[in-house]
Each structure stands twice: as C-alpha cells, then as structure tokens.
C-alpha cells in the first residue's frame, strides 16, 4: 500500500454489535444485513466475521449472494428483493438462496422452481412505505399460495419501516397495525425490525430481526435516544498528509480559490478525495484528526486530495497520520458536515480505499 487512502474495520466491533442486535429480542433470529458490500466494510471479510454467529445474511443482488456463496458461506443468505429476472430465479435454486417476494409475479416465478428446490420465502408486505411489498388485500391469498409450493419450507411475514428512525413518528403505528391485521390468523415468523425498529421500537421486534447500520457500529438516529446501547465503531477511515505549506493571509486554497486565509495559516494536504468517495459536499470546518489533533477540511473536495487547516496540529508534517471518521471522532457527529449520513459515508468508499482489517478472524 503506497497511497495511504485506507478503511480500517474492526471484525471484532461488528461481533459485539452483532451480539448487541441479539440481545434485543432472546430467542429471535438476527439476520445480518450484508448488502451493498457491508456497507462499504467487505461483505466477505464481514460475512466471515459473523459465520459463527449469524442466523442468516441478507444482500439486495444475486451477484452479492453468489460472491458470499463463492467465498465459502454456508447460512442462508436472503434476497431482499427477490429475483429480478429468470436467471436470477435459477441461481435461488443453484446458490440455494433464501428470497423476498414482493409482488405477485415473482411469486408466479418462484413457482417454476424445480420442485427439488428447497427455500424459504420472505412475503414483503407494503405496510405504508410504499416502495416495495405487496398490497395488504393480496397478503392472504399469495401466503396461501407459497405455503402451498413444495419449493417453499417457510414463508415469512416481513414489512419495513419508513420512518423508524424516528420513533416517535405516527407512521410507525399505522404500518404496525397495518401488518398485524393483514397477517392475522398467517402462520409463520415475522420479521418488522431494521436496526432503528430495533432500538427504538419494541413492538416491531418479531422472530427475525434485519440489522444493517447498527452492525457496523453507526447511530440510524439523528438525537441520541436516552438508553442507546453503546454499538462500537467499526470503520475508521485514514489517510495520511502528502504536503504541507504556509499559505499567507489573503490567499487561496483549492479549487475554485473557495477558501481565503484570513491570517497566515499551516495548510495539508491529504490523500483522500472524491474518488476515494470522500463526499465533495464536504463543509468547510468539516472535522478530522490531524496526529489526533482535531482541525478542519478547507476548500474544495478534489479527486485525489483534500486541504487541512494545520492550526490545530502545529507539530503535523508530510506522513501525519489522519482520521476522517472512526473511534474518536464519530461518524454521526461528522456526516452532517458532509451534508449525509453514516450510511453513505462508508456505503460510497470507492475500491481504491484499501480495507484493512483487525481483529482475529474465526
Ligand atoms: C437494508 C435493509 C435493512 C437494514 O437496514 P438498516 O437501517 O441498515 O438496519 C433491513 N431490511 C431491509 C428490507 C433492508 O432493505
């Protein structure tokens, strides 16, 4: 690795907060939400990680399921939506994959399967998102219909919450009374949570719950909830200053001459930019550790690099360690100055961000 631009992930925080999720509901299952390349983490090395541990993963593509499959998983692994085409149909058969079915024509689909096929289906029922899931009047008659597929060893009931990041909002109830009156009298599990219905909302915790965010150590919150289970952080993102100079007062730095020094100030540039997935949204006065001093982005995001205000860190030079998010400085406290939140921060790392892991791989 000569270009410093690195992410490195703490296995052992996703354990614990793995763990954590668990404990929530004793006796439920926890599916580990894998998608998007674990949100940036790797979705094998997490995956990996957790093969001890975890009921089931989830991703929202074959590709990503067969990339676990290839790589040695054995649990289930679900897709959350469905086949997308008949190759995708088949490939639920060769990976034997768990799938969603959220609407009636992958259900038609799946009925196809060759009868040896052994999977369990997940019914996404539309509670209120309004983005995927069938209508609450068609929930009986589809559930009738897989149970009754000798392809289908269960069909789970399963909704998700549109606004379950904040707890207090009417649409919460509405989309938990609309999924229990639409399953009255269905059997098999339900499954309700993502990681915010899981922190925040009791009533949703159901036989399977779906983490993502709160694996990998992130707040789904804006405000801090009073009884917050201390998650562990599991990325910390770094990189490493390549330049230092003495700007004088008046001139400017970067791209588009944004930023003016308005007295003589220490400036570093860092190895890391937007094609790192560095947000170019970036504010100035956007925090980062600077040999564990905190001072700030200026100027522009550019490509390959960003600009630092050394003020803070007098002592810095060229090969200073720095920390854009991670233990010490919170990604939720940081993604607001990219104009974000935790979950694109980590999710848009490009390749080129090496992943670095720690913590003893099982
Ligand atoms: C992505 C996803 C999750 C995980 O959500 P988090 O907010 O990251 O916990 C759970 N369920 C479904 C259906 C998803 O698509």
Redo the contacts with the bound molecule.
Sequence with gaps: MSRKAHAIIDLNAIRHNYQLARKARPGGRTVA?V?ANAYGHGALAVAHALAHDADAF?VASVEEAVELREGGIHQPILL?EGPFDQADVEAIHAYQLWTVAHHAAQVDALAKLPTATRTQVWLKIDSGMHRLGVPLDQVSALHARLCAMPQVTEVVLMT?FACADEPGHALNARQLEAFTAATRGLEGPRSLA???ALLSLPAALADWQ?????LYGAS?FETHLPDYPTLQPAMSLCSELIAVREVSAGETVGYGASWTASQPTRVGTVAMGYGDGLHRQARPGTPVLVDGHRCTLIGRVSMDMVTVDLSAAPAAQPGSPIVFWGPGLPIEEVAPCYQSIP?TLTTCLTPRVHRVYKGNNQ
């Design positions: 939400v998608k989830a959350l998700h993502n990681s915010a779906r983490p993502g965010l709160m789904p979950y």
